[in-house]
C-alpha cells in the first residue's frame, strides 16, 4: 500500500494551491480518503474526508476550512485532491493523506494507511 502526497509549497496569504494523493495497492474506489495537517507543536487535525456511496462521494470539512477548500477524487486514477484557496498563515503545517477501506465516517478515525506528508507553507 501506498498513499504519495504532492503539490505542497510556499505561498502567500489569499493564496491558492492544490495537493494530490496518489494511492496504490488497496481499493481505492470503495474507500473513505481524507486529509489531516500537522503544525509544529500541534496536535494532528482533520481537514476534510470523501466517502464513497452509492451513485457519487460524501464530504466532510472542518470548520476551518468550510468554504475554502475542496476535496475530490478520480477513482479511475486512484487519486485524491485538496484544492485550497484563500490559504491563511494558520494552514500552514504537513498535510497527510490518509485512506480507511472500510469507508466509515471520518469521525471515527479508522484511518489504515497515511503518507508521508507534504508541507505547505503560507507566508508573506
Known amino acids: 500500500v501506498q498513499l504519495v502526497e504532492s503539490g505542497g509549497g510556499l505561498v502567500q496569504p489569499g493564496g491558492s494551491l492544490r495537493l494530490s494523493c496518489a494511492a496504490s495497492?488497496?481499493?481505492?474506489?470503495?474507500?473513505?480518503l481524507s486529509w489531516f495537517r500537522q503544525a509544529p507543536g500541534k496536535e494532528r487535525q482533520f481537514v476534510a474526508g470523501i466517502r464513497a456511496i452509492r451513485g457519487g462521494s460524501s464530504t466532510y470539512y472542518a470548520d476551518s476550512v468550510k468554504g475554502r477548500f475542496t476535496i475530490s477524487r478520480d477513482n479511475a486514477k486512484n487519486t485524491v485532491d485538496l484544492q485550497m484557496n484563500i490559504l491563511k498563515p494558520e494552514d500552514s503545517a504537513v498535510y497527510y493523506c490518509?485512506?480507511?477501506?472500510?469507508?466509515?465516517?471520518?469521525?471515527?478515525?479508522?484511518?489504515?494507511?497515511w503518507g508521508q506528508g507534504t508541507q505547505v507553507t503560507v507566508s508573506s
Open positions: 495497492g488497496f481499493a481505492f474506489s470503495s474507500s473513505a
Open positions: 490518509a485512506a480507511d477501506p472500510a469507508n466509515r465516517p471520518p469521525a471515527w478515525n479508522q484511518f489504515n494507511y
